[in-house]
């Protein structure tokens, strides 16, 4: 990864936890510099009654910053803790994949059968009918009200009229929704825009990626399931460094009461995960464990496991494909309106990772024409 790219998507990544990286990246050094000029004009004793207030003034800072700089070894004496053990799991792939998601073992088959050629609806049928889940929201998505108002049809019960009024087009966008809306992590705390900001992203880039597959004559259901299905890792990234936080956490909490350390409990108290951590465990593991999630579903007509190995790889990948450089390239864009519209990238830094993805004009002319919207799907 090049400079300019990490840097803006490691700022990319801060934009979609909604961190300030001034705040608190910085504050460290800050807070030590403004102690030792606190400290300083103590050492100059005075008598009067205005240099004893402010020397206790500057002894209660001193002091406020003391307790800080606690606060801060203490998050990072505990995510010393979490960083061996978040590896540990994330190694442990099975564990994490039947843990954070439940598709069922049919489901990459129904990728495969929407990306032949010629699919029937009965094909369809029988693909689909073993998976409970995913019957159950493709009936209640044909169920509502604002499609039912265009047809004459009641309500629909059974499988195969529902794939007949939906169609094969529409299907091919919303059964991919379907499974990333249920990969979802439950709870994000204290992270809550997390998941609408990653499935807005999530579907932006799929949308990208498969218009300018579109355009250039590559395969563009394969650009879609794969810009799509990137996130998955990034959801099982966060909700196991999430989950491992609370477990350690609270764990040092019961050391600190059984040791009845009260400025310790009081630190681990005010504690709570940490969005820089999290940034970096996304930009570190996430692509590669997109990459062993899509390599596990083993389809044929729809060979996710070695496009999602290239993507992990990075855009400067030798073996990097056609269509694996057209997802980074919409990745690119969309992640730089993202910070565009946060006020967080410069035109001088736009145009520099446009060039390095070898965004040319007439891509970018696709790219701002393709609708990023998408199908309700309740």
């Given at each position: ?74 998050q990072a004496k505990l995510h010393d803790q979490v960083a061996d053990e978040l590896f540990a799991k994330l190694n442990r792939f ?285």
């Amino acid at each position: 990864m090049t400079a300019i790219s990490a840097v803006l998507q490691q700022r990319f990544f801060d934009c979609m936890l909604e961190f300030d990286p001034s705040n608190r990246r910085y504050g460290l050094k800050k807070r030590q510099q403004q102690a030792k000029r606190a400290a300083a004009p103590l050492e100059q004793s005075g008598g009067s009654k205005l240099e004893i207030e402010r020397q206790a003034a500057q002894l209660r800072q001193a002091d406020q910053i003391a307790r800080q700089q606690f606060v801060e070894f203490t998050q990072a004496k505990l995510h010393d803790q979490v960083a061996d053990e978040l590896f540990a799991k994330l190694n442990r792939f099975e564990l994490v994949a039947n843990n954070v998601f439940n598709l069922s073992q049919g489901f990459p088959q129904v990728l495969d059968t929407l990306a032949a050629r010629a699919v029937t609806l009965s094909q369809l049928e029988k693909v689909i009918q073993p998976i409970e889940w995913l019957k159950e929201d493709l009936l209640k998505y044909v169920n509502q009200p604002n499609l039912r108002k265009n047809t004459t049809v009641g309500y629909i019960r059974e499988l195969k009229p529902a794939l007949g009024l939906v169609g094969i087009d529409t299907l091919q966008h919303i059964i991919p929704l379907m499974a990333l809306k249920r990969c979802l992590p439950h709870s994000t705390d204290p992270f809550t825009a997390f998941k609408s900001n990653f499935w807005q992203y999530s579907v932006e880039i799929a949308r990208a990626a498969q218009r300018l597959a579109l355009e250039t004559g590559e395969h563009p259901f394969m650009a879609y399931c794969a810009a799509l299905f990137q996130s998955l890792g990034y959801f099982v990234v966060a909700r196991t460094y999430l989950h491992t936080y609370k477990q350690i956490k609270q764990q040092a909490l019961y050391d600190a009461r059984d040791a009845r350390d009260q400025e310790l409990t009081d630190a681990l108290d005010s504690l709570d995960a940490d969005a820089s951590f999290l940034t970096s465990c996304l930009l570190e593991f996430a692509p590669f464990m997109s990459a062993d999630l899509m390599s596990n579903w083993k389809m044929r007509m729809l060979p996710l496991g070695g496009l999602m190995d290239q993507l992990a790889e990075g855009n400067e990948f030798a073996g990097c494909s056609n269509l694996a450089r057209l997802i980074h390239q919409s990745a690119c864009f969309v992640q730089c309106q993202w910070l565009y519209r946060a006020k967080q990238i410069t035109d001088i830094e736009v145009r520099q990772w446009f060039n390095e993805q070898k965004l040319r004009p007439e891509l970018l002319a696709i790219l701002k024409n393709t609708d990023s919207s998408t199908i309700e799907i309740g």
